[in-house]
């Protein structure tokens, strides 16, 4: 535990004094989307030339330019092309922790999620999408609390 908590700090440190920190306020230049877990899947690094895509909390972030953690055989390749917001959370590799799910996450587990999805992921990484679990909820219903523009790259006329 002490060992993710560090891991965490490091990570949000090293990403939010980067020069990237400047994205922040960059407007999208690609049209926002809404993908399916197949179209997500073509962006795991299999495919040669295709941007580099993973989820976290429903919002789709290109990280091609971190290819160097996330691309073919890099460190956390594992964790593109799908929604892995249980694997932030918990700062973990392992496979059934590869998915969107944060049913029992701990306190500590959903803060650690929200300060790198904070400092790391809308810091560092343009959004090119939503998955539809950000936008509906579980019966297919819209999700009351999707907010497309509190995001930092949201303009409306991208959206639609
Ligand atoms: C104790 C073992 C670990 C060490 C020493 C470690 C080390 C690092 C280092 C040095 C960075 C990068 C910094 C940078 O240059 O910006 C990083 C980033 C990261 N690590 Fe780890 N890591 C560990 C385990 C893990 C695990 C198990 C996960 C599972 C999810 C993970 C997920 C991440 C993520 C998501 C990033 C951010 C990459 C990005 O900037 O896009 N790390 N880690």
Same mark, same amino acid.
């Given at each position: 535990?002490?060992?993710?908590?560090?891991?965490? =700090?490091?990570?949000?440190?090293?990403?939010?004094?980067?020069?990237?920190? *400047? $994205?922040?306020? *960059?407007?999208?230049? %690609?049209?926002?989307? $809404?993908?399916?877990?197949?179209? =997500?899947?073509?962006?795991?690094?299999?495919?040669?030339?295709?941007? $580099?895509?993973?989820?976290? %909390?429903?919002?789709?972030?290109?990280?091609?330019?971190?290819?160097?953690?996330?691309? *073919?055989?890099?460190?956390?390749?594992?964790?593109?092309?799908?929604?892995?917001?249980?694997?932030?959370? &918990?700062?973990? =590799?392992?496979?059934?922790?590869?998915?969107?799910?944060?049913?029992?996450?701990?306190?500590?587990? $959903?803060?650690?999620?929200?300060?790198?999805?904070?400092?790391?992921? &809308?810091?560092?990484?343009?959004?090119?999408?939503?998955?539809?679990?950000?936008?509906?909820?579980?019966?297919?219903?819209?999700? %009351?609390?999707?907010?497309?523009?509190?995001?930092?790259?949201?303009?409306?006329?991208?959206?639609?």
């Amino acid at each position: 535990m002490a060992t993710a908590r560090m891991c965490v =700090l490091f990570v949000v440190l090293s990403t939010t004094l980067s020069e990237d920190f *400047k $994205l922040k306020y *960059k407007a999208a230049n %690609k049209p926002v989307r $809404l993908f399916t877990e197949e179209e =997500l899947k073509r962006h795991d690094g299999t495919e040669e030339g295709q941007p $580099l895509y993973m989820a976290v %909390k429903g919002v789709v972030f290109d990280v091609t330019k971190g290819k160097e953690f996330y691309g *073919k055989d890099a460190p956390y390749n594992a964790l593109v092309g799908k929604d892995s917001t249980r694997a932030v959370a &918990k700062m973990s =590799l392992d496979p059934a922790d590869l998915t969107s799910d944060v049913t029992g996450l701990t306190e500590e587990q $959903l803060e650690s999620l929200e300060s790198v999805f904070e400092g790391t992921y &809308k810091t560092k990484y343009p959004i090119v999408g939503y998955t539809a679990s950000r936008i509906l909820t579980a019966d297919g219903s819209p999700d %009351k609390d999707f907010k497309p523009e509190d995001q930092p790259h949201f303009q409306i006329k991208d959206e639609f």
